[in-house]
């Protein structure tokens, strides 16, 4: 098995907190570091609106000219069916900030992970982490596997699960999820060919089952998604075409406006739960992004947190591994859970203002809810 140079960090996962956190490691430090992912970035992966409130990080990780010359489109108005049957329009559901960006979600992430490699860092693509093990002294060696068959490991002091929802690696080192809801997305995209309508609003409408969204893409198509609970989804068989196609109808705005769309793909189903770990810091490593806390998709926190918890783990393994000082630590810990119990509270207010379908199994759910332990050992 062919060795690799050892590195200070090693990434598992190459999505946007990992590479944040690689991209704030070699422009804020000496430190080296490797990004672990098993994708080549040309998988589906589902578009999100971000706020303008973004920029500053973009600008502190040298990268926001290049975001703005890219293909992301801006946003300006959400409009929302919530809690009464007429179509308002706001800035956001959860944000003060009006302006967004409707991502093209694989160009970012392939514009994180080349500036990770500009500025020095390791990429490796295609490559998945068979397992690994704790050294003797501290620090990890991990056993790689590329997808030609080429098998090598790598060596380092620290080791970061960017693995997402699933937290694959902080789980087989003992950290627990703790779950509030188990809501799943399942997209569609359409194509309109040359017949795209003229606008660039975000549309979010709630039904008995949960909430469809749907926004015009940079690549001209439209994602729709509905979001409901899997086990309702399960029941209705929302995530086949035909029940999918049946319950949009029933929705009129969002219905009324993929009229004259082909369905560009299969439908894509993806969890989308919200959760935190009990603990994201753990001897020699740690959590960032969906890994670390994921939130309901209403929120639109997902890409915001991924990468703002990226750099701060970031900044916090600088004051660790070359001061030996683990305030800041301690801090990204707390800071994730004084997140989590806001978002929480948010989000119950939000759900509350729908009373249209309260004894519909979704809606009862979150008038129902109760904070989660957070922070519990």
């Keep these: 098995m062919k060795q690799i140079k050892n590195v200070d960090v090693a990434i598992l996962g190459g999505g946007v907190a990992g590479t944040t956190l690689a991209l704030t490691l070699c422009l804020y430090s000496k430190l080296t570091v490797a990004v672990i992912e098993q994708t080549t970035y040309e998988t589906i992966r589902v578009g999100e609106n971000v706020s303008a409130s973004l920029l500053p990080l973009l600008d502190y990780l040298q990268i926001k000219e290049s975001f703005l010359a890219d293909n992301h489109k801006p946003v300006y108005n959400i409009s929302a069916v919530w809690g009464h049957s007429s179509l308002n329009s706001r800035a956001s559901l959860f944000s003060q900030f009006g302006e967004g960006y409707l991502l093209d979600r694989g160009q970012f992430d392939c514009m994180l992970a080349k500036q990770v490699v500009h500025k020095g860092g390791k990429l490796f693509l ?62 569609a995209f359409l194509d309109f060919g040359k017949h795209k309508p003229n ?108 990468m703002t918890s990226g750099s701060h783990a970031a900044v916090a393994l600088i004051e660790h591994l070359n001061n030996h000082k683990d305030g800041l630590l301690k801090e990204y810990q707390s800071g994730l859970e004084r997140n989590f119990e806001s978002y929480l509270r948010m989000r119950q207010m939000y759900y509350e203002m729908e009373k249209r379908w309260i004894e519909a199994p979704f809606w009862k759910r979150r008038t129902q809810l109760t904070p989660i332990p957070v922070g519990a050992k």
């Excluded at 380092?156 to 950290?175: C, E, H, N």
């Excluded at 399960?234 to 035909?242: A, I, N, S, T």
């Excluded at 369905?263 to 969890?271: F, G, N, T």
Aim: charged share 20%; proline share 2%; hydrophobic share 40%.
């Design 126 to 187: 295609e490559t998945k982490c068979q397992e690994g093990e704790h050294l003797e002294g501290g620090g990890w060696r991990l056993f790689l596997n590329h997808s030609s068959g080429q098998s090598f490991s790598l060596e380092s002091r620290y080791l970061v699960d960017a693995t997402g929802r699933q937290s694959r690696i902080a789980k087989r080192l003992g950290a627990k999820s703790l779950i509030s809801d188990s809501l799943v997305g399942i997209t």
């Design 199 to 306: 606008t660039e609003e975000i549309l979010i409408e709630s039904i008995p089952e949960g909430w469809w969204y749907s926004a015009w893409l940079p690549n001209g198509k439209l994602s729709v998604v509905l979001i409901t609970d899997v086990d309702i989804m399960r029941q209705q068989q929302l995530h086949k075409e035909y029940q999918w196609s049946c319950l949009l109808s029933k929705a009129y705005h969002t219905s009324n406006r993929t009229r004259g769309g082909m369905l560009d793909d299969s439908l894509v189903v993806k969890p989308a739960h919200s959760h935190i770990l009990d603990h994201a810091v753990g001897d020699d490593w740690i959590v960032v992004g969906d890994a670390a806390a994921a939130f309901d998709p209403l929120s639109s926190m997902g890409i915001g947190h991924a």
